[in-house]
């Protein structure tokens, strides 16, 4: 396959997941907010830059195993520190080829302000983070690219949140808004913008349902994938509903599915998450 249908079909990651333990809610002073989880991503398929679907060649498949532990802990009232640690194990086969590349991923680390607000049932947050990828992507001595695990770059991630219980519209509903934007430090970029909206209902004291829509546009001036196979230039729109059982009080386990609905330059794909919350 070549490089530049191979840089198409896959989608980096760091990109494609965010664990849906929203940090949008504050975990309190002197308290952890812990969330692992594990998320599954197949694809057969893909848009390319017209958003015009095309199947694999050769039977061709993607498929993505993300591992990831993401934290929180409550400095005082107004500041938390917050960290995403991810594992990342890729594979790309066709007829008589496969590729495959597992490594930890972009470590993100950084910091939230919540400012006071009136309504305590209300949360606006900032956070700023830095991007410190722990891979090194992989290309085979036949001039084959395997699935990246990243940018291969540093970089920073600012993003504003708005999160909160409207009570007095609909009892016991939540919502978490995220809009942010990242910038890799390499000389291509790329420059990164992203939405990220969850509403959920509590059914009863234990369990919940929620809905989750996501974006990112990915953008870079440059847009050719011979270099290096990675691409760099591509959007997305994905889909997920899920539900969530509390066990006890400190621990919570939440399971989704996801589907994307319309993209660019990048795979067409679904798959399913599992993670927990622990809080302390």
């Given at each position: 396959?070549?490089?530049?249908?191979?840089?198409?079909?896959?989608?980096?990651?760091?990109?494609?997941?965010?664990?849906?333990?929203?940090?949008?809610?504050?975990?309190?002073?002197?308290?952890?907010?812990?969330?692992p989880?594990?998320?599954y991503?197949?694809?057969?398929?893909?848009?390319?830059?017209?958003?015009?679907?095309?199947?694999?060649s050769?039977?061709?498949?993607?498929?993505?195993?993300?591992?990831?532990l993401?934290?929180v802990?409550g400095?005082?009232?107004?500041?938390?520190?917050?960290?995403?640690?991810?594992?990342?194990?890729?594979t790309?086969?066709?007829?008589?080829?496969?590729?495959?590349?597992?490594?930890?991923?972009?470590?993100?680390?950084?910091?939230?302000?919540?400012p006071?607000?009136?309504?305590l049932?209300?949360?606006?947050?900032?956070?700023?983070s830095?991007?410190?990828?722990?891979?090194?992507?992989v290309?085979y001595?036949?001039?084959?690219t395997?699935?990246?695990?990243g940018?291969?770059?540093?970089g920073a991630?600012?993003?504003?949140?708005?999160?909160g219980s409207?009570?007095?519209?609909?009892?016991?509903?939540?919502?978490?808004l995220?809009?942010?934007?990242?910038?890799?430090?390499?000389t291509?970029?790329?420059t990164?913008?992203?939405?990220?909206?969850?509403?959920?209902?509590?059914?009863d004291?234990d369990?919940?349902?929620?809905?989750n829509?996501?974006t990112?546009?990915?953008?870079s001036?440059?847009?050719?994938?011979?270099?290096?196979g990675i691409?760099?230039?591509?959007?997305?729109?994905?889909l997920?509903?899920?539900?969530?059982?509390?066990?006890?009080?400190?621990?919570?386990?939440f399971?989704?599915?996801?589907?994307?609905i319309?993209?660019?330059?990048?795979g067409?794909?679904?798959?399913?998450?599992?993670?927990?919350?622990?809080?302390?």
């Amino acid at each position: 396959m070549k490089k530049s249908l191979l840089a198409a079909a896959i989608i980096i990651a760091s990109c494609i997941f965010s664990i849906n333990a929203k940090a949008g809610f504050p975990v309190g002073a002197g308290h952890w907010l812990l969330s692992p989880g594990y998320y599954y991503y197949t694809a057969t398929g893909y848009w390319d830059n017209n958003r015009v679907y095309n199947s694999y060649s050769n039977n061709g498949r993607f498929t993505s195993h993300y591992l990831g532990l993401y934290g929180v802990y409550g400095i005082n009232r107004n500041w938390e520190f917050v960290f995403n640690v991810p594992f990342v194990s890729q594979t790309y086969s066709e007829t008589n080829l496969l590729t495959q590349n597992s490594s930890l991923g972009d470590v993100t680390a950084g910091f939230s302000y919540y400012p006071q607000m009136r309504n305590l049932n209300t949360h606006f947050s900032i956070t700023g983070s830095i991007i410190i990828p722990l891979y090194q992507n992989v290309v085979y001595p036949s001039g084959v690219t395997a699935p990246s695990i990243g940018f291969q770059s540093v970089g920073a991630e600012v993003k504003a949140s708005l999160a909160g219980s409207p009570q007095n519209f609909i009892k016991n509903c939540y919502y978490d808004l995220s809009l942010g934007a990242r910038q890799y430090f390499s000389t291509y970029g790329p420059t990164q913008f992203f939405f990220d909206g969850t509403f959920g209902v509590a059914v009863d004291e234990d369990w919940k349902i929620y809905g989750n829509l996501s974006t990112v546009s990915s953008q870079s001036n440059y847009t050719s994938t011979i270099t290096d196979g990675i691409n760099r230039d591509f959007s997305y729109l994905r889909l997920t509903v899920g539900a969530g059982f509390r066990v006890n009080k400190t621990l919570q386990i939440f399971g989704n599915i996801f589907q994307d609905i319309s993209g660019r330059n990048i795979g067409r794909g679904h798959g399913f998450g599992l993670f927990a919350v622990i809080r302390f």
